[in-house]
């Protein structure tokens, strides 16, 4: 079992940057990758941007040039640096995990965190 632990939503202005990271209760090396995805009020969740073992990152289009993936290895921590933030980016944020193990494939997810962009 693997919990996520999301932190560093809030209200920002338009323009401004924000620093999101997701806390595993494991050692993220035991995870095959780690993303994080959004889901704006009334739509569906999307991915944001996704993190493998070897650190390799996929971003969504319309977030690429303004969000950057990032693994802190030794605090177990996923990050997500958010800059020139736009009202779109309005959303909860959750954190997410997959893993392959011998039995199976896992996935994980976060409680979320809520960003909001004021214009």
């Known amino acids: 079992q693997v919990q996520l632990v999301e932190s560093g939503g809030g209200l920002v202005q338009a323009g401004g940057s924000l620093r999101l990271s997701c806390e595993a209760s494991?050692?993220?090396?035991?995870?095959?990758?780690m993303g994080w995805y959004r889901q704006p009020p009334g739509k569906q969740r999307d991915l944001v941007a996704r993190i493998a073992h070897n650190g390799n990152t996929t971003y969504a289009d319309a977030v690429k040039g303004r969000f950057t993936i990032s693994r802190d290895n030794a605090e177990n921590t996923v990050n997500l640096q958010i800059n020139n933030l736009k009202s779109e980016d309005t959303a909860v944020y959750y954190c997410?995990?997959?893993?392959?193990?011998?039995?199976?494939?896992?996935?994980?997810w976060g409680q979320g965190t809520q960003v909001t962009v004021s214009s």
């Open positions: 494991v050692n993220i090396f035991s995870i095959n990758d």
């Open positions: 997410n995990a997959r893993r392959v193990r011998f039995d199976g494939f896992y996935e994980y």
